[in-house]
C-alpha cells in the first residue's frame, strides 16, 4: 500500500491508517513523544538514554525537531506513536545530493507495518519536495534485525555492513547499510511478452 504525506488511503480491514504530520510545540505531542522515547527497548538502538521526564520530551521538539529540516510525527490513526526524520548529507564539495532517515515507533505499534509504511511515505515525500535528491540512506544495527526488515520492506537496498560504523553509548557498533535511489523509484516491473 502506498501512502503520501498526509494522505488518507483506503487501509485493509484491519490495518491501521499511517500518516505523517509536523511536530508542535504542544503538551500533546511532548506526551506522545514520551511515550516511546521513555522506553528503554525503543531507546536501545538510538544515540540517547531513555528520557525520564516530560520536559525532557518538551527541550528535544523546541531544540532538535522544529529547526529540523524534515522531522514528522508518524500518527497510527489519529495517535501520535513514533517519529521519522530525513536528513540532508552535503558531499565534501558542499553539494547536497543525499540524505540519511531514521524512524522510531513505540513499541505497542512494532510488528504491525506502522514503520515500514511510515519510512516509505516520508521517502516518497522527500524524493518530491527535494528535486535535488538522488540517494535517501539508512542504517540499522546489525542486532536490529526488525529494523532491517523495514527498510527492505520500504524498498531499500541492503548494500552491505559497515564495522564499528558508530559509537552509539560508548560502544562502536556494527551497522547495515541500506539505500534508495532516485532510479529505484522509476523503475517499472518489466511485463512478459508471453513464452
Known sequence: MELQQGGSPAAEPDEVVVTLREFTPS??????????????????????????????????????????????????GAVVVGSVSVKPAPAEDGRLF??????????????????????????????????????????????????????????FVREGTLRKYIVLKGRPRDMVMFSLVDTDRRRQPVESSGP
Open 27 to 76: 503538551d500533546a505531542d511532548a506526551e506522545a513523544l514520551m511515550s516511546w522515547a521513555s522506553d528503554p527497548l525503543v531507546a536501545r538502538f538510538q544515540r540517547r538514554d531513555a528520557y525520564e521526564h516530560v520536559d525532557q520530551a518538551r527541550r528535544y521538539i523546541a531544540d532538535h525537531v522544529l529547526p529540523h529540516p524534515w522531522y514528522r510525527a508518524i500518527c497510527a
Open 98 to 155: 543525499r540524505a540519511s532517515v531514521g524512524y522510531r515507533v513505540a513499541r505497542a505499534h512494532w510488528g504491525r507495518g506502522v514503520a515500514t509504511r511510515a519510512v516509505r511515505a516520508a521517502a516518497e515525500a522527500v524524493f518530491a519536495a527535494w528535486p535535488w535528491l538522488l540517494r535517501l540512506e539508512a542504517v540499522a544495527d546489525v542486532e536490529n534485525p526488525a529494523s532491517q526488515r523495514v527498510l527492505e520492506k520500504a524498498g
